[in-house]
C-alpha cells in the first residue's frame, strides 16, 4: 500500500527520519485497521500509539518475525538505554510480557548485527 | 403372566444399564501420556475452585494410555531433586490428548553445570562475534532445560550503551548462539523454536 521507493532521488527521500517516522505511522494504521487477528494475537497492540515523555510505541508489520499470519512488531522509539529499559517496563506494566512481542527499536543499531562471523 | 413381567423387567434393567454404560462411555476421553522412563507421575483431577486436596486419579511410570473422565487434571511427576518436579495441566476432551513431558533439571543440578559450560559458551560467543565482543562479556550466564540451553546477558564496557540478551544452545557437545544477533528484548514470534519458557527467563536477567 505504501509505495516502495525506485529512483536514487526517492530512495534519498524516504531515507529522511521524518518520513520513515511517517511511514511507521502510516503503516501501522493501514496494518492496525486491517487485521482483527493481530489484536486478538498480540493484545497490547488495543493500547498503542503510547507517548511518553522518553519515548514512543507504535506498531506495524514484523521485520524478523516468523508469523506467517499475523506478523506484527511493536516499535519503539527512545533516544536512551534508559529510556529502552522503560519502554519494556511500561509494557510489563500494562500486563503484557515483551517475550511474546517481536520488538524493534527505531533508534538503536545494534552493534552485533553487522560483526558476526559466517 | 408372571414370567413375561419378570422378563420385561430384565429387560428394563438390562437396558438401562446399557444406557447408562454409554453415557458413561462418552464421558470419557482417551489419553496418552509419556514420561522419561526413570519417572513416576500422578494425574490429580483439578477440584474447581478448591485447589486444597486434589484427588489423585492415576499413578503410573514412564507412560500412561487410558481413558479419563473428561475434565480438568494435573500431572505431577516424583523424579527426585535432580528434576523439576513441577505439574502440567492435562484436559481431558472428546478427541484423544497426547502429552510429551520432558522434565527439566532442578535450578540447583542446572547452576551446578554452569562453571563448567562458562568458558565454552563464552568461546562460542567470541567465535561468532570476533570484531565486536571484545566491548562485551557476557554475565548472568544461566543454564536451563537439561543444561542444553543457556541465556546470558551481553554487558558493554562502555557506559550509556544497551545491554542485550543471548540464548544458546548446546548441540552436538557444541555451545552455538541461537539468537543471533544478541538483542534487548528476545521475542518468541522470532525464535519460535526456542521453549517460551526460556525466553521469558532470559528477558529477566537482571
Not at chain 1, 519515548?55 to 512488531?73: L, M, N, P, Q
Not at chain 1, 533516544?79 to 527499536?105: H, K, L, M, N, T
Not at chain 2, 535432580?82 to 520432558?102: E, H, K, M, Q, W
Amino acid at each position: 500500500l505504501i509505495p516502495g521507493a525506485v529512483s536514487d532521488a526517492a530512495k534519498k527521500y524516504q531515507q529522511d527520519p521524518k518520513i520513515q517516522n511517517l511511514i511507521q505511522e502510516y503503516s501501522g494504521k493501514i496494518f492496525g485497521s486491517a487485521s482483527q487477528e493481530v489484536s486478538q494475537k498480540y493484545p497490547l497492540v488495543a493500547m498503542l500509539p503510547h507517548l511518553d515523555l522518553d519515548f514512543r510505541i507504535d506498531y506495524g508489520k514484523g521485520v524478523r518475525s516468523k508469523d506467517t499470519v499475523s506478523s506484527t512488531a511493536i516499535y519503539i522509539r527512545a533516544f536512551s538505554p534508559a529510556a529502552r529499559r522503560e519502554a519494556i517496563s511500561w509494557i510489563r506494566q500494562q500486563g503484557y510480557d515483551p517475550s511474546d512481542y517481536e520488538i524493534v527499536f527505531s533508534n538503536f543499531t545494534n552493534p552485533f548485527s553487522s560483526g558476526a562471523s559466517q | 403372566v408372571k414370567h413375561w413381567l419378570i422378563v420385561a423387567g430384565v429387560l428394563v434393567v438390562a437396558l438401562g444399564g446399557l444406557q447408562w454404560f454409554r453415557s458413561y462411555e462418552d464421558s470419557l476421553g482417551s489419553v496418552n501420556i509419556s514420561l522419561d522412563p526413570a519417572a513416576r507421575a500422578e494425574i490429580v483431577q483439578q477440584l474447581g475452585e478448591d485447589p486444597g486436596s486434589p484427588k489423585t486419579v492415576k499413578s503410573f511410570q514412564a507412560s500412561y494410555h487410558g481413558k479419563l473422565k473428561m475434565g480438568n487434571y494435573a500431572v505431577v511427576p516424583h523424579a527426585g531433586s535432580d528434576y523439576d518436579n513441577s505439574s502440567t495441566g492435562l484436559i481431558v476432551g472428546a478427541n484423544p490428548t497426547t502429552l510429551s513431558i520432558r522434565l527439566d533439571y532442578s535450578d540447583a543440578k542446572l547452576k551446578s553445570f554452569v562453571s563448567g559450560e562458562s568458558e565454552a559458551i563464552n568461546q562460542a560467543f567470541n567465535a561468532k562475534y570476533p570484531a565486536v565482543s571484545i566491548g562485551y562479556s557476557l554475565q548472568k550466564i544461566t543454564l536451563y532445560g537439561r543444561g542444553d540451553w543457556a541465556g546470558a546477558l551481553v554487558v558493554p564496557g562502555a557506559a550509556n550503551q544497551d545491554s542485550l540478551r543471548a540464548i544458546f544452545q548446546k548441540v552436538n557437545s557444541q555451545w552455538k548462539i541461537v539468537t543471533d544477533p544478541p538483542v534487548i528484548s528476545i521475542g518468541t514470534p522470532v525464535y519460535p523454536n526456542i521453549p517460551r519458557d526460556i525466553i521469558v527467563k532470559v528477558n529477566i536477567l537482571n
